[in-house]
C-alpha cells in the first residue's frame, strides 16, 4: 500500500508514523532501509472525547463549589517530591478541605484512653513530572480520602483520584508539502484516575505552623490510550503544613 500526501509525526532510529485523515501508518526501519514492503495502519484514538471534557468540568466546578462553600482557606497544605515511576522528578501541591470529623474513644493496653482521629476530605491536587527523552506530564486530579490518626501523630490514608492529565512529547517532527522536515509541539489530554495509600507523622512543633511528613505511593491510569490505557506507579514524598 503507497501513502501520499503523508505527514510525519514522529521520527525515531528504527520507527516511522504518518498520518492521512484519520488513520495513522507505521513503517519499521533499519538504518534508513526499509524491512517491511508497505505502510502498516493501526488504529489510534486522538482527543478525548467531549463528553469526557464536559464530565472534567463538572468535577473540577463541584470541586470548588464544595471546598470553598466551607472555607476558601484549606486545613492544611501539602508539598512534595513527585516520581513517575520513583526516579522521574516532579512536583505536587494538595490542598486539603475536610467534609467531616469525629473522633472514637479506645481503651488503651495500660487501661488509659486513646483517642482516634478520623476524617474524610476532599483534596484538590495540581502537579507535573519530566521523564527526559520521553514525555512531561501536567496534571490537575481531585482526591477524596479517608484519613485515619493516632494520638501519638501517626496517620493512615486511603484514596482515589480522577481528574485531568495533559502529556508532552519531545522530539516531535513533521513534513510539509515541499518535503522540509521542521520540529513541532505534540501531546496528548487524558483522563487520570488514581488510588493512592499514604503513610505519615506529625512532628511535634514548639512555634509556627504544626508540620508533618509523609511518603504516598499510587498507581495512575490514564486514558484513552493504544490500545485502552496506560498505568504509571508514581511515589510521593513531602511535608504537610497544617493552617488550622
Known amino acids: 500500500m503507497?501513502?501520499?500526501?503523508?505527514?510525519?509525526?514522529?521520527?525515531?532510529?528504527?520507527?516511522?508514523?504518518?498520518?492521512?485523515?484519520?488513520?495513522?501508518?507505521?513503517?519499521?526501519?533499519?538504518?534508513?532501509?526499509?524491512t517491511t514492503e508497505s505502510w502498516v495502519p493501526v488504529k489510534f484514538q486522538w482527543k478525548v472525547c467531549g463528553t469526557a471534557k464536559f464530565f472534567v468540568m463538572?468535577?473540577?466546578?463541584?470541586?470548588?463549589?464544595?471546598?470553598?462553600s466551607q472555607n476558601m482557606m484549606p486545613k492544611s497544605i501539602s508539598?512534595?517530591?513527585l516520581g513517575e515511576m520513583v526516579t522521574h522528578p516532579g512536583l505536587k501541591l494538595t490542598f486539603d478541605y475536610p467534609l467531616t470529623e469525629w473522633e472514637k474513644s479506645k481503651s488503651g493496653r495500660r487501661g488509659g484512653e486513646r483517642r482516634i482521629e478520623?476524617?474524610?476530605e476532599l483534596s484538590p491536587t495540581v502537579g507535573f513530572y519530566y521523564h527526559r527523552r520521553y514525555q512531561s506530564g501536567v496534571m490537575a486530579i481531585p482526591?477524596?480520602?479517608?484519613?485515619?490518626?493516632?494520638?501519638?501523630?501517626?496517620?493512615f490514608e486511603i484514596g482515589a483520584g480522577l481528574g485531568?492529565?495533559?502529556?508532552?512529547?519531545?522530539?516531535?517532527?513533521e513534513?510539509?508539502?515541499t518535503g522540509e522536515v521542521s520540529k513541532t509541539h505534540a501531546g496528548h489530554n487524558y483522563w487520570a484516575k488514581n488510588l493512592f495509600v499514604t503513610f505519615g507523622r506529625e512532628l511535634k512543633s514548639h512555634r509556627?505552623?504544626?508540620?508533618?511528613?509523609?511518603?504516598?505511593p499510587q498507581f495512575l491510569y490514564a486514558t484513552p490510550n493504544f490500545p485502552k490505557g496506560v498505568g504509571y506507579f508514581m511515589l510521593e514524598l513531602g511535608i504537610n503544613v497544617k493552617l488550622k
Open 2 to 34: 503507497e501513502v501520499k500526501n503523508k505527514k510525519r509525526l514522529t521520527m525515531l532510529d528504527a520507527i516511522q508514523v504518518y498520518h492521512e485523515g484519520n488513520q495513522v501508518y507505521v513503517k519499521i526501519s533499519d538504518k534508513g532501509v526499509s
Open 58 to 68: 463538572l468535577m473540577v466546578m463541584f470541586t470548588s463549589i464544595g471546598c470553598f
Open 79 to 81: 508539598v512534595s517530591y
Open 118 to 120: 478520623k476524617s474524610i
Open 143 to 155: 482526591e477524596l480520602k479517608f484519613k485515619r490518626q493516632n494520638p501519638k501523630g501517626n496517620y
Open 164 to 173: 485531568y492529565l495533559r502529556t508532552i512529547v519531545p522530539n516531535t517532527y
Open 175 to 177: 513534513v510539509d508539502a
Open 208 to 216: 509556627g505552623w504544626p508540620m508533618g511528613i509523609f511518603v504516598k
